[in-house]
Each structure stands twice: as C-alpha cells, then as structure tokens.
C-alpha cells in the first residue's frame, strides 16, 4: 500500500517543551488519523481529520489536515513523561475501503 | 466506548504449527475487519480485509493459504498462520469497522513468536 514519510523519526524532549511531527505522501487522501502506540499495546485512536484544511484539538494535541490532501501534521503541547510512545499518522485513501495506509512512526521520549 | 479484543495476547508455538487468533468486536456489529501485521519497531502493514459472509481480500505479497482469514460473523475475524515459521513472529493487530457509526477500532495486538 502506499507509505506515508513521516517525520522526525524520534525524538528526546524534555518534559514541558512544545513537539511537532508531520506526515507527507505524494497521494490525496480523504481521512487523516493519529495514533499512539504503548509498547505491547495495539494503536490507540488520538485525532481524526476528515477535511481539508481541518484543525482539531483533544487536549494538549492539535492536528490538521493539508490543504493539498497530502500532508497532516500533529503538535503536542507541554508535554508530559506519559507522552512517551511511538505516535503513527494514518491515512485513508480514495476507495480504499476504510482501509489504513501508516507511516513509520515517531517515536518520543521526554524526560522529566 | 467500543471495544475490539483479540485472543490470545501472547503466543508461542513450534514450526510447522498452525495459530489461530481471534478478533472480537465486543458491543459492537463490524460489517468490516483488518487484519495489520507489525515488525519490531516498524510500522503496522496492512495484510487483508475481511467483510463478513465473503472472502477476505489481501494485500499484494500476503499469501493466501498461509494466513487464511474467516469473518464467520459480525463480530468475528479469524487468521489462521498455517504452518508457521519464525519468520512469521510478528505482532498481527487487528480493527472494525463499526456498523452503525464507520468508526475503526483496534484490538490490543497479539503477539505470535514462532520457535
């Protein structure tokens, strides 16, 4: 299937500092989703963007959604040593079916 | 909320085995499942979809008779790794697609270690 870059690959932040992470791909997509993933765990559902230009908060987390389609990027605000975990963009092509295309992932440390 | 779960969490088994595991949409009906594999440290790649009462559909380079997937109902997806190898140890996830509200859900994992 078709693979998101996504990006930094990881990070090491401290505790109170602002992260990004963002993802492209060269295909339009109808659905933008974030997950984060616990070691162990399955993903757990952090942000859904369903429009273009979409910006959606929950919480300290804030996502948008490209204008172009093909890019979606996710801020975490002051964040907490909870936040460690691999974070995953989603997308959901045209047609696909609800089906999900993933990137790599990022995976983030904060120290306290 | 909704709630997928996947049985067994951890499994460990010999080559030349076959493991089933099981997916479960626990209060919710799931016209469609996923069925994702995900190396170590590597992200989660698609392996087929399973729409309930019909065969699954898989993703190029995903063998057919060697991950036999069943959705017998609406709320259970089956894989079945037939015969598997070390190199099928893996974590294998899955996800439903909810019924009423087209809302993903995943299971928690479970993770197969062929020996």
């Known amino acids: 299937g078709q693979q998101l870059n996504q990006s930094p690959q990881s990070m090491f932040i401290q505790e109170g500092e602002d992260v990004s992470m963002n993802c492209t791909s060269s295909s339009i997509f109808n659905t933008w989703l974030w997950y984060k993933q616990d070691p162990g765990e399955g993903p757990v559902l952090l942000i859904a963007?369903?429009?273009?230009?979409e910006l959606t908060s929950n919480g300290r987390l804030t996502a948008q959604f490209g204008i172009t389609r093909k890019d979606s990027f996710l801020n975490i605000s002051a964040s907490i040593p909870s936040d460690v975990g691999i974070y995953f963009c989603?997308?959901?092509?045209?047609?696909?079916?609800?089906?999900?295309?993933f990137g790599k992932g990022t995976s983030l440390l904060v120290t306290p | 909320g909704a709630v997928v779960s996947q049985h067994p969490s951890w499994v460990i088994c010999k080559s030349g085995t076959s493991v089933k595991i099981e997916c479960r949409s626990l209060?919710?009906?799931?016209?469609?499942m996923f069925w994702y594999r995900q190396f170590p440290k590597q992200s989660l790649m698609l392996m087929a979809t399973?729409?309930?009462?019909?065969?699954?559909?898989?993703e190029q380079g995903v063998e057919k008779d060697k991950f036999l997937i069943n959705h017998a109902s609406l709320t259970l997806s089956t894989l079945t790794v037939t015969s598997a190898h070390p190199e099928d140890s893996s974590f294998y996830i899955c996800?439903?697609?909810?019924?009423?509200?087209?809302?993903?859900?995943f299971g928690e994992g479970s993770r197969l270690t062929v020996l």
């Open positions: 989603a997308g959901q092509l045209p047609g696909s079916g609800y089906a999900l295309n």
């Open positions: 996800s439903a697609r909810g019924r009423q509200t087209g809302e993903l859900f």
């Open positions: 209060d919710f009906q799931a016209t469609t």
């Open positions: 399973s729409n309930e009462g019909s065969k699954a559909t898989y």
């Open positions: 963007l369903y429009k273009a230009g």
